[in-house]
């Protein structure tokens, strides 16, 4: 990547996030409930700059006083009085970046974001603003220990991974994957997940230690859920807790205030639980406010908040804080809900026999969402959660489409390498096929197929007799006590799981029962499935790739490298289903598909191809998983597709991810009043700044920050 790569445009697409409508419809009381839990959110969101890089904190307090020190139309005028108009936008652009991304790496696709103005010019800015002028030597010594951070574009610090090729904070900087690999296996011993910690090695009297380290409010040790020190391999092994400790006491304080308004005794329970789990650091407090939270049917509001996702660990086990605060779309809804009853006939047409499949399709909540919250490292289209393995198999989870989401990220993008007519029907047809694609991914996707178990010494499917359709053998491995989906498959997990989601929608978007339930019928529906098919292999080859770093060979993100997989295995299929040709040499590419091949070639090449991804997972045959994955995510560089070479030319057509503007919630009078913000770079600074205690939250991230020092 260049340096010009790790820069956002000044003319960086910014969008808004509209749920006026929604929120208004809400009685006084949820506006209360909508109004405490996304501060809680909020609140926890900077627990992700944290998890970010070891600077990222120290930027946020950074930028929370420079930009607030004076309006910004005065820290401007004094501004363009040193640098031009052009580097001032690129200060915005930068901070605005910051904090979409919550942290100065970007959520989708994990490379650094640096400022678009040299590091000269942004210290005249500095020394022109309100906040070095009130404290001079306090702000100066801020901007000293951050300015390397923010503009450091080694090797190591261009995108996250482990420390020997990139930048983490849920290892410390001596951590190696072969100390994950130890980490992994002990907690897998003493049958603990990672969901809510990090890890940190020190030496001890010539031994090496591990402190695994909970996030809490409280410290100390509490026994009935913290396993003793205890030796493995060698190594000292110390569980203790209160990382993040000031915003974990935060969340649970604005939980608190939530609780006190909420609509049902399921979600009184549900908020207790997580105020339990973020006060003491129990995961288990967590998945039971989990349980709790999947039998609250059909909420007007619907929340969810914690460690969820996996995909920035580079071992691919601890989470990512998020939280969301969403209104019920009502009509997309009613689809969703179709869909829903039709689940179980539509599993039965999955390329895997029913003894793969779950033993009783567990009908979970399905519904399209206005966010009016979504704290975190970006706002992804569709959530299928809990993530726990346990309640996922045996007790159930929620779909939610971000109805509002949808439309706003995918409007008004520009379309590359397709003839007319195809990008044509991707613009005309681009909502409606994604909501397809959303709905089957997270309902049929991540909510389908059986993880073959042994537990207390017993089977959860018939080991005597169970054979595997590949090999037409007796089924030879599966997930043994303590292990779970996320420990075996670790960082090759979150972007296997996402490949056979997505295959899950493009398989099951071919029924005509499906497309029909989301109201489209003859022509239209046709239109609908071509698209839906057109637009994976179209991300698939012009999205896809600027998430791949050539320097290490590896791929920056899930979704990204999942698309590119289900490319290459269509491209593999042959018969002219796909083809990509370079049509100007070094210039440009030219994606074609054939719609008549869907429902033969492509359905037999992706229904061959998801058959393999579920039972490898089923089987726990991470072995035979990963030579198969990393097949097809290989960038080779020569062949009938030079995908190395021709990232290139897709680079050069590369468009910025749309950054969201969201609104806030502020008390007057004892009424909720929401506060929307233009879609612009002084509008998304302002509802930051509007949204935080500058002052006190500048503290505790450079609380936090000093904290952390040690150990990067």
Known sequence: MTVKDHILPNDQPISELECEVAFNALTDSEKLYAHYLSQASWEGGLIT????????????SFLFQLLSGQPLSELKEKALEKVTEDEYTALLVYACGVFANSGNYKGFGDSKIIPGLPQEKLEEIVQVSGAYSKQPKLFKSLWDNCKSGIYSLND?????????KGVTTYFSSNCTIEDSKIIKAYLT???????NCRTFKTTEEGKTVYEIRLASAQTGVDSSF??????????????TRGDYAPLMRRVADKLTSAKEYAATSFEQLMLQEYIKSFTTGSLNAHKEGSRFWIKDKGP????YIGFIETYRDPSGQRGEFEGFVAMVNKEMSKKFGALLESAPSMLKKLPWPSTFEKDTFLKPDFTSLDVLTFSGSGIPAGINIPNYDEIRQNEGFKNVSLGNVIPASIMGRKISFLSPEDEALLVKHAVASFEVQVGLHELLGHGSGKLLRKESGKFNFDE?????????EKVASWYEEGETYDSLFASMGSAYEECRAECVGLYLSLEPDVIKIFGHEGEVADEVIYTNWLAMVWNGTCKALEMYQPATKSWLQAHSQARFVILQVLLEAGEGLVTVSETEPGQNLLLTLDRKKLHTVGKRAIGDFLQKLQVYKSCANVEEATKMFNKYSEVKDEGPYPWAKWRDIIMAHKQPRKIFVQANTQIK???VTLK??????DGLIQSWLDRVNVQEHSGILEELWEADRKHF
Request: charged share 25%; with cysteine.
């Open 156 to 164: 190591k610090d261009r995108s996250l991974g482990f420390w020997d």
């Open 49 to 60: 700059a944290v998890q970010t890089s070891p600077e990222s904190p120290l930027i946020f």
């Open 226 to 239: 913290m396993p003793a020190e205890a030796e493995f391999q060698g190594c000292v092994f110390r569980v």
């Open 669 to 671: 009078d004892g009424k």
């Open 676 to 681: 929307r913000y233009e879609p612009n770079v």
């Open 300 to 303: 007007i509001i619907e929340t």
């Open 464 to 472: 005597e007799n169970l054979i595997n359709p590949l090999t037409k």
């Open 189 to 195: 011993q003493i049958k603990m997940e990672a969901y």
